[in-house]
Nanobody, 115 residues
Framework: VQLQASGGGLVQTGGSLRPSCTAS????????MAWYRQAPGKQREWVAT???????GYADSVKGRFTISTDNAKNTMYLQMNSLKPEDTAIYYC??????????WGQGTQVTVSS
């Protein structure tokens, strides 16, 4: 499976972005999937998970601001990010949730939040 994250960008504090993750196959209908991020000089961290049966979970740092969703028909997953903060600046990736065997990570998409 090839995963490609896109849709990042530069935004001011308080702004919004909606990166997307596309897959080479129809994976979102029968796989739990997740967003991660890696800030400069830090380890990659889990951000959110979407289960294939419709539930979602979020890291405390993004809860109430970010919303994960999938569109099975488009083989795409989204991360709606609102009320962005400078500490959200990172490269964002998509893959399986923690504790699952990960697919290739791909290049990710850069999100930069200016203060």
């Amino acid at each position: 499976v090839q995963l490609q994250a896109s849709g990042g960008g530069l935004v001011q504090t308080g702004g919004s972005l909606r990166p997307s993750c596309t897959a080479s196959g129809s994976i979102f209908s029968n796989n739990n999937m997740a967003w991660y991020r890696q800030a400069p000089g830090k380890q990659r961290e889990w951000v959110a998970t979407a289960s294939y049966f419709g539930t979602a979970g979020y890291a405390d740092s993004v809860k109430g601001r970010f919303t994960i969703s999938t569109d099975n028909a488009k083989n795409t997953m989204y991360l709606q990010m609102n009320s962005l903060k400078p500490e959200d600046t990172a490269i964002y990736y998509c893959n399986k949730p923690p504790h699952y065997a990960a697919w290739n990570w791909g290049q990710g998409t850069q999100v930069t939040v200016s203060s």
